[in-house]
Protein backbone atom coordinates (compact mmCIF):
# COMPACT_ATOMS: atom_id res chain seq x y z
CA UNK A 1 0.00 0.00 0.00
CA UNK A 2 2.56 2.53 1.25
CA UNK A 3 4.47 1.47 -2.57
CA UNK A 4 1.71 2.27 -4.37
CA UNK A 5 1.16 5.62 -2.41
CA UNK A 6 4.67 6.53 -3.26
CA UNK A 7 4.44 5.58 -6.66
CA UNK A 8 1.33 7.63 -6.99
CA UNK A 9 2.48 10.71 -5.60
CA UNK A 10 5.96 10.20 -8.03
CA UNK A 11 4.15 10.00 -11.25
CA UNK A 12 1.50 13.11 -9.74
CA UNK A 13 4.57 15.48 -9.04
CA UNK A 14 6.36 14.57 -12.68
CA UNK A 15 2.66 15.44 -14.29
CA UNK A 16 2.43 18.68 -12.19
CA UNK A 17 6.29 19.42 -13.18
CA UNK A 18 5.03 18.76 -17.22
CA UNK A 19 2.33 20.74 -17.00
CA UNK A 20 4.27 23.69 -15.46
CA UNK A 21 6.65 23.85 -17.63
CA UNK A 22 4.19 23.50 -20.70
CA UNK A 23 2.07 26.09 -19.15
CA UNK A 24 5.16 28.65 -19.01
CA UNK A 25 6.25 27.02 -23.03
CA UNK A 26 2.71 28.19 -24.21
CA UNK A 27 3.45 31.54 -22.03
CA UNK A 28 6.72 32.61 -23.51
CA UNK A 29 5.45 31.62 -27.35
CA UNK A 30 2.17 33.74 -26.71
CA UNK A 31 4.80 36.60 -25.95
CA UNK A 32 6.61 36.05 -28.68
CA UNK A 33 3.59 35.32 -31.22
CA UNK A 34 3.52 37.94 -33.44
CA UNK A 35 0.01 39.21 -32.67
CA UNK A 36 1.38 39.48 -29.03
CA UNK A 37 4.67 41.53 -29.54
CA UNK A 38 5.50 45.01 -27.93
CA UNK A 39 4.96 48.26 -30.04
CA UNK A 40 8.17 49.37 -31.80
CA UNK A 41 7.85 52.48 -28.86
CA UNK A 42 8.05 49.93 -26.18
CA UNK A 43 10.86 47.62 -27.53
CA UNK A 44 12.85 50.84 -27.96
CA UNK A 45 12.32 51.59 -24.15
CA UNK A 46 13.20 47.86 -23.41
CA UNK A 47 16.82 48.15 -25.54
CA UNK A 48 15.78 45.28 -27.15
CA UNK A 49 16.23 42.91 -24.25
CA UNK A 50 13.96 39.89 -25.92
CA UNK A 51 15.75 39.89 -28.91
CA UNK A 52 19.76 38.31 -29.87
CA UNK A 53 20.06 39.15 -33.84
CA UNK A 54 18.27 41.92 -35.77
CA UNK A 55 18.27 40.18 -39.51
CA UNK A 56 18.05 43.18 -41.96
CA UNK A 57 16.74 41.79 -45.04
CA UNK A 58 14.63 38.55 -45.79
CA UNK A 59 15.77 37.26 -49.28
CA UNK A 60 17.52 33.94 -49.76
CA UNK A 61 20.63 34.92 -47.15
CA UNK A 62 18.41 36.63 -44.45
CA UNK A 63 15.64 34.10 -44.25
CA UNK A 64 17.72 30.97 -44.66
CA UNK A 65 19.47 32.68 -41.46
CA UNK A 66 16.56 33.35 -39.52
CA UNK A 67 15.95 30.15 -39.72
CA UNK A 68 19.57 28.66 -38.83
CA UNK A 69 19.40 30.96 -35.85
CA UNK A 70 15.95 30.39 -35.03
CA UNK A 71 16.07 26.65 -35.30
CA UNK A 72 15.91 24.80 -32.28
CA UNK A 73 17.26 20.97 -32.25
CA UNK A 74 17.29 20.33 -28.74
CA UNK A 75 13.98 18.92 -26.81
CA UNK A 76 12.55 22.00 -24.60
CA UNK A 77 15.67 24.26 -25.76
CA UNK A 78 12.99 27.32 -26.58
CA UNK A 79 11.47 26.30 -22.97
CA UNK A 80 14.88 26.75 -21.09
CA UNK A 81 16.35 29.52 -23.16
CA UNK A 82 19.27 27.22 -24.41
CA UNK A 83 21.94 29.27 -26.25
CA UNK A 84 23.15 26.79 -28.73
CA UNK A 85 20.60 27.04 -30.95
CA UNK A 86 17.13 28.97 -30.79
CA UNK A 87 18.48 32.52 -30.58
CA UNK A 88 15.75 35.30 -30.83
CA UNK A 89 15.67 37.03 -34.08
CA UNK A 90 14.16 40.01 -35.43
CA UNK A 91 13.91 39.86 -39.28
CA UNK A 92 13.00 43.57 -41.27
CA UNK A 93 11.81 43.15 -44.85
CA UNK A 94 10.94 46.18 -46.45
CA UNK A 95 8.51 43.97 -48.60
CA UNK A 96 7.31 40.76 -47.36
CA UNK A 97 5.11 40.43 -50.70
CA UNK A 98 6.39 37.55 -52.84
CA UNK A 99 9.57 39.08 -55.14
CA UNK A 100 9.29 38.85 -58.77
CA UNK A 101 12.80 38.85 -60.30
CA UNK A 102 15.15 37.57 -62.90
CA UNK A 103 17.82 36.11 -61.14
CA UNK A 104 18.56 34.10 -58.76
CA UNK A 105 16.47 30.97 -60.06
CA UNK A 106 19.50 28.37 -60.30
CA UNK A 107 20.47 26.88 -57.22
CA UNK A 108 23.94 24.72 -57.92
CA UNK A 109 24.19 21.30 -56.37
CA UNK A 110 26.97 22.88 -54.11
CA UNK A 111 23.94 24.87 -52.71
CA UNK A 112 21.02 22.22 -52.44
CA UNK A 113 23.76 20.36 -50.07
CA UNK A 114 24.55 23.77 -48.10
CA UNK A 115 20.40 23.71 -47.70
CA UNK A 116 20.59 20.20 -46.87
CA UNK A 117 22.78 20.89 -44.09
CA UNK A 118 20.45 24.05 -43.19
CA UNK A 119 17.58 21.58 -42.80
CA UNK A 120 16.08 23.94 -45.46
CA UNK A 121 15.81 21.59 -48.70
CA UNK A 122 11.71 21.27 -48.52
CA UNK A 123 12.23 24.82 -49.64
CA UNK A 124 12.35 23.62 -52.85
CA UNK A 125 9.41 21.43 -52.47
CA UNK A 126 6.02 22.42 -53.89
CA UNK A 127 7.23 25.46 -56.00
CA UNK A 128 7.47 23.14 -59.45
CA UNK A 129 10.92 23.49 -59.15
CA UNK A 130 12.95 21.89 -61.77
CA UNK A 131 15.87 19.34 -61.04
CA UNK A 132 19.31 20.57 -62.98
CA UNK A 133 21.89 18.01 -64.13
CA UNK A 134 24.39 19.67 -65.99
CA UNK A 135 24.81 22.58 -68.88
CA UNK A 136 24.79 22.40 -72.30
CA UNK A 137 27.14 24.51 -74.30
CA UNK A 138 26.76 26.40 -77.31
CA UNK A 139 28.97 27.90 -80.23
CA UNK A 140 28.99 28.45 -83.59
CA UNK A 141 26.37 25.81 -84.48
CA UNK A 142 27.94 23.38 -82.60
CA UNK A 143 27.09 21.71 -78.78
CA UNK A 144 28.52 19.92 -75.82
CA UNK A 145 27.04 18.39 -72.70
CA UNK A 146 28.22 19.12 -69.76
CA UNK A 147 27.05 16.78 -66.71
CA UNK A 148 27.47 17.44 -62.80
CA UNK A 149 29.76 14.82 -61.44
CA UNK A 150 26.86 13.60 -59.08
CA UNK A 151 27.97 10.14 -58.90
CA UNK A 152 29.10 10.23 -55.40
CA UNK A 153 26.04 12.04 -54.10
CA UNK A 154 23.15 10.72 -52.96
CA UNK A 155 20.44 10.75 -55.53
CA UNK A 156 18.05 14.02 -54.05
CA UNK A 157 21.36 16.00 -55.16
CA UNK A 158 21.29 18.17 -57.79
CA UNK A 159 20.67 21.49 -58.97
CA UNK A 160 17.30 23.27 -58.68
CA UNK A 161 15.39 26.32 -61.40
CA UNK A 162 12.61 27.74 -60.05
CA UNK A 163 10.64 30.57 -59.69
CA UNK A 164 12.74 33.29 -57.18
CA UNK A 165 9.98 34.55 -55.54
CA UNK A 166 8.49 31.41 -55.01
CA UNK A 167 11.43 30.11 -53.04
CA UNK A 168 11.87 33.01 -50.60
CA UNK A 169 8.02 32.87 -49.73
CA UNK A 170 8.72 29.26 -48.91
CA UNK A 171 11.82 30.15 -47.04
CA UNK A 172 10.13 33.01 -45.30
CA UNK A 173 7.38 30.90 -44.04
CA UNK A 174 10.16 27.82 -42.97
CA UNK A 175 11.46 30.80 -40.84
CA UNK A 176 8.26 32.57 -39.59
CA UNK A 177 7.00 29.03 -38.66
CA UNK A 178 9.35 29.09 -35.47
CA UNK A 179 8.16 30.91 -32.97
CA UNK A 180 11.24 33.02 -31.83
CA UNK A 181 11.43 34.23 -35.26
CA UNK A 182 9.64 37.54 -36.07
CA UNK A 183 9.30 38.94 -39.12
CA UNK A 184 8.49 42.76 -39.63
CA UNK A 185 7.63 44.41 -42.98
CA UNK A 186 9.59 47.72 -42.59
CA UNK A 187 12.40 49.83 -44.07
CA UNK A 188 16.01 50.72 -42.22
CA UNK A 189 17.24 53.39 -42.66
CA UNK A 190 20.36 53.27 -40.09
CA UNK A 191 22.21 51.46 -38.11
CA UNK A 192 21.81 52.70 -34.47
CA UNK A 193 25.78 53.47 -33.55
CA UNK A 194 27.26 54.22 -29.25
CA UNK A 195 31.00 54.70 -29.45
CA UNK A 196 31.36 52.77 -32.74
CA UNK A 197 29.39 49.72 -32.22
CA UNK A 198 26.16 49.11 -33.71
CA UNK A 199 23.55 48.65 -30.77
CA UNK A 200 20.50 48.08 -33.90
CA UNK A 201 18.40 49.60 -35.92
CA UNK A 202 16.02 52.78 -36.99
CA UNK A 203 13.58 51.48 -39.71
CA UNK A 204 9.93 52.87 -40.65
CA UNK A 205 7.32 50.28 -40.45
CA UNK A 206 4.55 49.74 -42.50
CA UNK A 207 2.36 52.43 -41.47
CA UNK A 208 5.31 54.88 -41.90
CA UNK A 209 6.19 54.54 -37.69
CA UNK A 210 9.88 55.80 -37.11
CA UNK A 211 10.79 52.66 -34.77
CA UNK A 212 14.18 51.69 -33.03
CA UNK A 213 15.05 47.54 -32.57
CA UNK A 214 18.21 46.66 -30.30
CA UNK A 215 19.91 43.79 -29.83
CA UNK A 216 23.39 42.89 -29.43
CA UNK A 217 24.41 41.85 -33.22
CA UNK A 218 22.99 43.07 -36.45
CA UNK A 219 23.42 41.40 -39.14
CA UNK A 220 22.92 43.33 -43.03
CA UNK A 221 21.64 41.19 -45.58
CA UNK A 222 19.68 43.76 -47.56
CA UNK A 223 20.60 42.61 -51.33
CA UNK A 224 22.50 44.24 -54.11
CA UNK A 225 21.22 47.48 -53.30
CA UNK A 226 22.60 47.63 -49.85
CA UNK A 227 21.92 51.42 -48.34
CA UNK A 228 23.66 50.43 -45.00
CA UNK A 229 26.94 48.36 -46.74
CA UNK A 230 28.61 51.40 -47.04
CA UNK A 231 29.47 51.90 -43.07
CA UNK A 232 30.05 48.35 -42.90
CA UNK A 233 32.63 47.88 -45.32
CA UNK A 234 34.18 49.41 -49.01
CA UNK A 235 32.20 48.74 -51.86
CA UNK A 236 33.91 48.06 -55.22
CA UNK A 237 30.71 48.12 -57.26
CA UNK A 238 31.19 47.06 -60.99
CA UNK A 239 28.77 46.54 -63.73
CA UNK A 240 29.85 44.66 -66.09
CA UNK A 241 26.98 43.87 -67.99
CA UNK A 242 22.82 43.88 -68.27
CA UNK A 243 20.62 40.60 -68.53
CA UNK A 244 17.53 40.80 -70.61
CA UNK A 245 15.50 38.21 -69.10
CA UNK A 246 11.87 36.89 -70.81
CA UNK A 247 10.36 33.71 -70.53
CA UNK A 248 9.54 31.04 -72.95
CA UNK A 249 6.65 29.13 -72.87
CA UNK A 250 5.53 25.24 -73.75
CA UNK A 251 8.63 24.54 -75.47
CA UNK A 252 11.10 22.17 -75.01
CA UNK A 253 15.04 22.42 -74.56
CA UNK A 254 17.16 20.56 -76.70
CA UNK A 255 18.74 19.04 -73.46
CA UNK A 256 15.74 18.48 -71.04
CA UNK A 257 17.38 19.46 -67.00
CA UNK A 258 20.31 21.06 -67.95
CA UNK A 259 21.16 25.07 -68.43
CA UNK A 260 21.83 26.25 -71.58
CA UNK A 261 24.74 28.70 -72.04
CA UNK A 262 24.77 29.83 -76.03
CA UNK A 263 28.41 31.50 -76.72
CA UNK A 264 26.93 34.07 -78.60
CA UNK A 265 28.17 37.47 -79.89
CA UNK A 266 28.14 39.98 -78.28
CA UNK A 267 28.23 37.54 -75.15
CA UNK A 268 26.33 34.73 -73.20
CA UNK A 269 22.67 33.95 -73.64
CA UNK A 270 21.14 31.76 -71.44
CA UNK A 271 18.28 29.52 -70.91
CA UNK A 272 17.20 27.12 -67.99
CA UNK A 273 13.78 26.00 -67.10
CA UNK A 274 11.98 27.52 -63.87
CA UNK A 275 9.14 25.26 -64.26
CA UNK A 276 7.42 22.69 -65.99
CA UNK A 277 6.43 24.62 -68.53
CA UNK A 278 8.57 27.85 -68.65
CA UNK A 279 12.09 28.51 -69.36
CA UNK A 280 13.94 31.55 -68.45
CA UNK A 281 16.11 33.38 -70.94
CA UNK A 282 18.86 35.54 -70.16
CA UNK A 283 20.37 37.91 -72.83
CA UNK A 284 23.54 39.27 -71.70
CA UNK A 285 24.39 42.99 -73.14
CA UNK A 286 27.54 44.42 -72.23
CA UNK A 287 28.24 47.92 -70.29
CA UNK A 288 25.20 49.39 -68.02
CA UNK A 289 22.89 50.28 -70.65
CA UNK A 290 20.40 48.69 -72.94
CA UNK A 291 18.30 49.29 -75.74
CA UNK A 292 15.15 51.11 -74.65
CA UNK A 293 12.03 48.77 -74.48
CA UNK A 294 9.15 51.70 -74.61
CA UNK A 295 10.03 52.56 -78.04
CA UNK A 296 11.04 49.37 -79.71
CA UNK A 297 14.49 48.85 -80.06
CA UNK A 298 14.79 46.40 -77.37
CA UNK A 299 12.59 43.93 -79.34
CA UNK A 300 14.15 44.81 -82.60
CA UNK A 301 17.49 44.39 -80.85
CA UNK A 302 16.20 40.85 -79.89
CA UNK A 303 15.15 40.01 -82.76
CA UNK A 304 17.88 41.11 -85.19
CA UNK A 305 20.87 40.41 -83.59
CA UNK A 306 20.13 37.69 -80.67
CA UNK A 307 17.53 35.74 -82.81
CA UNK A 308 19.69 34.30 -85.22
CA UNK A 309 21.99 32.85 -82.55
CA UNK A 310 19.34 30.89 -80.69
CA UNK A 311 19.25 26.87 -81.08
CA UNK A 312 16.38 26.43 -83.82
CA UNK A 313 14.30 24.27 -81.30
CA UNK A 314 13.68 27.34 -78.96
CA UNK A 315 13.81 30.69 -81.87
CA UNK A 316 9.39 30.18 -82.10
CA UNK A 317 8.97 30.59 -78.10
CA UNK A 318 12.08 33.80 -78.22
CA UNK A 319 10.11 35.40 -80.64
CA UNK A 320 6.81 34.76 -79.50
CA UNK A 321 8.10 36.16 -75.78
CA UNK A 322 9.19 39.11 -77.07
CA UNK A 323 6.33 40.10 -79.34
CA UNK A 324 4.21 39.32 -75.41
CA UNK A 325 6.11 42.59 -74.44
CA UNK A 326 7.00 41.29 -70.71
CA UNK A 327 11.08 42.32 -71.43
CA UNK A 328 12.88 42.69 -68.27
CA UNK A 329 16.58 43.89 -67.64
CA UNK A 330 18.67 44.47 -64.45
CA UNK A 331 22.50 44.99 -64.47
CA UNK A 332 25.25 42.58 -63.43
CA UNK A 333 27.05 43.23 -60.72
CA UNK A 334 30.55 42.43 -59.10
CA UNK A 335 31.91 43.24 -56.19
CA UNK A 336 34.47 41.97 -53.45
CA UNK A 337 34.53 40.85 -50.21
CA UNK A 338 36.09 43.99 -48.56
CA UNK A 339 34.62 44.30 -44.97
CA UNK A 340 34.93 46.73 -42.19
CA UNK A 341 35.02 44.38 -39.21
CA UNK A 342 32.51 46.24 -36.76
CA UNK A 343 31.11 46.28 -33.17
CA UNK A 344 27.32 44.56 -33.07
CA UNK A 345 27.55 44.19 -37.19
CA UNK A 346 27.89 41.72 -39.86
CA UNK A 347 26.98 41.33 -43.61
CA UNK A 348 26.27 38.81 -45.25
CA UNK A 349 24.52 38.18 -48.87
CA UNK A 350 24.58 40.27 -52.10
CA UNK A 351 25.19 43.07 -49.19
CA UNK A 352 28.35 41.81 -48.70
CA UNK A 353 29.97 40.20 -51.63
CA UNK A 354 28.72 39.87 -55.37
CA UNK A 355 29.73 38.03 -58.72
CA UNK A 356 28.42 37.96 -62.40
CA UNK A 357 25.22 35.69 -62.32
CA UNK A 358 26.57 33.64 -65.49
CA UNK A 359 27.28 30.86 -63.36
CA UNK A 360 24.43 31.15 -60.92
CA UNK A 361 26.98 30.96 -57.95
CA UNK A 362 25.45 33.52 -55.55
CA UNK A 363 22.99 31.56 -53.84
CA UNK A 364 25.53 28.73 -53.04
CA UNK A 365 28.20 31.80 -51.66
CA UNK A 366 25.75 32.97 -49.37
CA UNK A 367 24.40 29.54 -48.22
CA UNK A 368 27.43 28.60 -47.63
CA UNK A 369 28.68 31.51 -45.39
CA UNK A 370 25.85 30.87 -43.33
CA UNK A 371 27.01 27.51 -42.73
CA UNK A 372 30.20 28.73 -41.31
CA UNK A 373 28.24 31.60 -39.46
CA UNK A 374 26.76 28.73 -37.62
CA UNK A 375 29.18 27.14 -36.81
CA UNK A 376 30.88 29.84 -35.53
CA UNK A 377 28.17 30.93 -33.31
CA UNK A 378 27.03 27.91 -31.95
CA UNK A 379 29.71 28.04 -29.37
CA UNK A 380 28.89 31.62 -28.08
CA UNK A 381 26.24 31.83 -25.27
CA UNK A 382 26.34 35.31 -25.08
CA UNK A 383 26.69 38.16 -27.67
CA UNK A 384 26.67 41.03 -25.87
CA UNK A 385 30.22 41.67 -25.67
CA UNK A 386 30.74 43.28 -28.99
CA UNK A 387 34.51 43.55 -29.07
CA UNK A 388 35.30 40.25 -28.34
CA UNK A 389 32.90 39.08 -30.51
CA UNK A 390 34.01 40.96 -34.06
CA UNK A 391 37.68 40.01 -33.48
CA UNK A 392 36.47 36.29 -33.32
CA UNK A 393 33.88 36.44 -35.94
CA UNK A 394 37.21 37.95 -37.95
CA UNK A 395 37.75 34.26 -38.59
CA UNK A 396 34.49 34.21 -40.66
CA UNK A 397 36.03 36.31 -43.32
CA UNK A 398 39.11 33.92 -43.84
CA UNK A 399 36.69 30.20 -43.61
CA UNK A 400 34.74 31.57 -46.14
CA UNK A 401 36.89 31.90 -48.72
CA UNK A 402 38.01 29.07 -50.16
CA UNK A 403 34.34 28.30 -51.32
CA UNK A 404 33.11 32.09 -52.06
CA UNK A 405 36.56 32.97 -53.91
CA UNK A 406 36.44 29.81 -55.87
CA UNK A 407 32.94 30.56 -57.03
CA UNK A 408 33.32 34.41 -57.36
CA UNK A 409 36.67 34.01 -59.33
CA UNK A 410 35.30 31.69 -61.88
CA UNK A 411 31.81 33.26 -62.46
CA UNK A 412 34.73 36.49 -63.31
CA UNK A 413 36.77 34.72 -65.71
CA UNK A 414 33.88 32.70 -67.43
CA UNK A 415 32.09 35.96 -68.10
CA UNK A 416 35.57 37.30 -69.85
CA UNK A 417 36.76 34.42 -71.67
CA UNK A 418 32.98 33.42 -72.82
CA UNK A 419 32.04 37.07 -74.29
CA UNK A 420 32.87 38.06 -77.94
CA UNK A 421 36.07 40.13 -78.31
CA UNK A 422 38.02 41.30 -81.56
CA UNK A 423 41.20 40.29 -80.06
CA UNK A 424 42.33 37.05 -82.11
CA UNK A 425 44.02 35.88 -78.57
CA UNK A 426 40.78 36.27 -76.96
CA UNK A 427 39.00 34.57 -79.88
CA UNK A 428 41.56 31.31 -79.51
CA UNK A 429 40.98 31.41 -75.74
CA UNK A 430 37.18 31.37 -76.29
CA UNK A 431 37.76 28.12 -79.04
CA UNK A 432 40.05 26.61 -76.54
CA UNK A 433 37.65 26.95 -73.30
CA UNK A 434 34.83 25.43 -75.98
CA UNK A 435 37.18 22.57 -76.90
CA UNK A 436 38.61 21.73 -73.78
CA UNK A 437 35.31 21.37 -71.87
CA UNK A 438 34.22 19.19 -74.89
CA UNK A 439 37.07 16.44 -74.35
CA UNK A 440 34.52 15.13 -71.77
CA UNK A 441 36.34 13.23 -68.65
CA UNK A 442 38.28 15.24 -66.15
CA UNK A 443 38.35 18.10 -68.80
CA UNK A 444 34.62 18.34 -68.12
CA UNK A 445 33.79 17.07 -64.70
CA UNK A 446 36.60 18.98 -63.12
CA UNK A 447 35.82 22.69 -63.86
CA UNK A 448 32.19 21.76 -63.96
CA UNK A 449 32.59 20.58 -60.16
CA UNK A 450 33.92 23.71 -59.23
CA UNK A 451 30.99 25.89 -61.09
CA UNK A 452 28.51 23.63 -59.25
CA UNK A 453 30.02 24.25 -56.00
CA UNK A 454 30.85 20.49 -55.54
CA UNK A 455 34.17 20.90 -55.51
CA UNK A 456 35.58 24.75 -54.29
CA UNK A 457 39.45 24.55 -54.46
CA UNK A 458 40.85 27.10 -56.01
CA UNK A 459 44.17 25.55 -56.89
CA UNK A 460 42.53 23.62 -58.66
CA UNK A 461 40.37 26.54 -60.53
CA UNK A 462 43.99 28.21 -61.50
CA UNK A 463 45.18 24.94 -62.67
CA UNK A 464 42.10 24.05 -65.36
CA UNK A 465 41.94 27.83 -66.05
CA UNK A 466 45.67 27.83 -67.32
CA UNK A 467 45.40 24.41 -68.81
CA UNK A 468 43.21 25.78 -71.14
CA UNK A 469 45.37 28.45 -72.22
CA UNK A 470 48.08 26.23 -72.49
CA UNK A 471 45.87 23.27 -74.43
CA UNK A 472 45.01 26.58 -76.89
CA UNK A 473 48.26 27.62 -76.97
CA UNK A 474 49.11 23.67 -78.00
CA UNK A 475 46.50 24.03 -80.72
CA UNK A 476 48.29 27.12 -82.58
CA UNK A 477 51.54 25.27 -82.61
CA UNK A 478 49.74 21.94 -84.40
CA UNK A 479 50.52 20.53 -86.51
CA UNK A 480 53.69 22.87 -87.40
CA UNK A 481 55.16 26.15 -85.29
CA UNK A 482 54.95 29.55 -86.95
CA UNK A 483 56.15 32.52 -85.63
CA UNK A 484 52.42 34.12 -85.93
CA UNK A 485 51.48 30.96 -83.71
CA UNK A 486 53.88 31.21 -81.09
CA UNK A 487 53.01 35.58 -81.01
CA UNK A 488 49.25 34.58 -80.67
CA UNK A 489 50.22 32.15 -77.81
CA UNK A 490 52.48 34.19 -76.00
CA UNK A 491 49.33 37.12 -76.28
CA UNK A 492 46.76 34.10 -75.39
CA UNK A 493 48.91 33.02 -72.04
CA UNK A 494 49.36 37.17 -71.22
CA UNK A 495 45.23 37.65 -71.43
CA UNK A 496 44.54 34.85 -69.75
CA UNK A 497 46.92 36.29 -67.03
CA UNK A 498 45.00 39.60 -67.65
CA UNK A 499 41.43 37.76 -66.81
CA UNK A 500 42.35 35.74 -63.70
CA UNK A 501 44.98 37.79 -61.81
CA UNK A 502 43.69 40.91 -61.08
CA UNK A 503 40.45 38.98 -60.04
CA UNK A 504 42.18 36.95 -57.42
CA UNK A 505 43.91 39.92 -55.87
CA UNK A 506 40.33 41.38 -55.22
CA UNK A 507 40.09 38.15 -53.16
CA UNK A 508 43.23 38.25 -51.54
CA UNK A 509 45.80 35.85 -52.62
CA UNK A 510 46.52 34.60 -48.85
CA UNK A 511 43.08 34.08 -47.87
CA UNK A 512 42.27 32.47 -50.82
CA UNK A 513 45.05 29.55 -51.29
CA UNK A 514 46.87 30.58 -47.97
CA UNK A 515 43.58 30.62 -45.28
CA UNK A 516 46.11 28.22 -42.53
CA UNK A 517 48.54 31.33 -42.72
CA UNK A 518 45.86 34.29 -41.68
CA UNK A 519 46.26 34.26 -37.64
CA UNK A 520 41.97 35.44 -37.43
CA UNK A 521 41.97 31.88 -38.99
CA UNK A 522 42.89 30.24 -35.61
CA UNK A 523 40.20 32.12 -33.65
CA UNK A 524 38.84 31.04 -30.82
CA UNK A 525 35.49 32.13 -28.81
CA UNK A 526 35.37 34.87 -26.26
CA UNK A 527 34.67 33.28 -23.08
CA UNK A 528 30.80 33.27 -21.87
Given at each position: ???Q ?5 I ?104 L ?27 S???S ?18 R ?6 E ?6 NV??EQ ?10 G ?14 C??F ?17 L?S?K ?35 Y ?22 N ?23 I ?32 F ?12 V ?35 K??A ?13 F???P ?56 P??S ?30 F ?15
Amino acid sequence: MADQYLLGTIMASILMFFLLVGFWGCKRKAHLAPGNRSSCAIRAEKGGSGTDVIVVGAGVAGSALAYTLGKVRRAFASLFDFPEDGRRVHVIERDLSEPDRIVGELLQPGGYLKLLELGLEDCVGEIDAQRIVGYALFKDGKSTRLSYPLEKQHADVAGRSFHNGRFIQRMREKAASLANVQQEQGTVTSLIEKNGTVKGVVYKTKSGEECKAFAPLTIVCDGCFSNLRRRLCSPKVDVPSCFVGLVLENCLLPFPNHGHVILGDPSPILFYPISSTEVRCLVDIPGNKVPSVANGEMANYLKTVVAPQVPIELHAAFIEAIDKGNIRSMPNRSMPAAPHPTPGALLLGDAFNMRHPLTGGGMTVALSDIVVLRDLLRPLHDLHDASSLCKYLESFYTLRKPVASTINTLAGALYKVFSASPDRARIEMRQACFDYLSLGGIYSSGPIALLSGLNPRPMSLVAHFFAVAVYGVGRLLLPFPSLKGLWIGARLISSASGIIFPIIKAEGVRQMFFPATVPAYYRVPPPS
